[in-house]
């Protein structure tokens, strides 16, 4: 028998997510927003997408992966945040470099990413990162009511309507960003 996750108010269970996360619910979204955000404590060892949706019997399309990349050109290097759905591919070489004009994208080191983020490995989120990062996110993303990402800890993940991460500064949809 497969398990379920079982979701609480993130506002109620503030241990259950890394602090810039429940900082930025705290002080981006409205009151009646931040309530939208749930919790759910998990086993770290299905904090990948794919393991999560499948041994917590988790419908698949409603799950968001979030990576760091590093857009290089000639000395200057920017960071951004890549949101797609779970089990599609980063559009990298072509959607994201072409799009911010990078000579070469690539993943961010992860030391790096782990330090500026304050979020644990595996469970990085677009809520709490850093302000001068962009976050692009594939519009298939918002195709779906709601969704779940990583809270910053390994130990949970979060859920709550999509169009909430309309909100978030520094915010773009970036067509053809996730691939299959």
């Keep these: 028998m497969k ?16 602090e810039v996360t429940y900082n930025c619910i705290c002080n981006t979204f409205a009151e009646t927003e931040s309530k939208l955000f749930k919790v759910a404590e998990i086993n770290p060892e299905y904090m990948d997408g794919v393991k999560l949706f499948e041994h917590y019997d988790i419908n698949n399309k409603l ?3 979030c990576l760091i990349c590093e857009c290089k050109r000639g000395e200057t290097i920017n960071y951004a945040a890549l949101l ?3 089990g599609y591919r980063y559009n990298m070489s072509s959607t994201v470099r072409k799009h911010t004009n990078s000579r070469m994208v690539s ?17 990085i989120n677009p809520i709490g990162l850093p302000v001068d990062w962009k976050i692009y996110i594939d519009p298939k993303i918002l195709g779906s009511e709601t969704i779940i990402c990583g809270s910053g800890l390994q130990k949970s993940k979060i859920s709550f309507p999509s169009k909430l991460l309309l909100k978030l500064k520094n915010i773009e949809i970036l067509e053809d960003l996730a691939k299959e």
Excluded: H, I, Q, R
């Design 84 to 86: 797609v759905p779970t």
């Design 63 to 65: 799950g968001v992966n």
């Design 107 to 123: 993943v961010a080191p992860l030391d790096y990413v782990l330090e500026k983020t304050k979020m644990e490995y595996g469970s």
């Design 3 to 18: 398990e379920k996750l079982e979701f609480k108010s993130v506002l109620e269970n503030k241990e259950l997510v890394s």
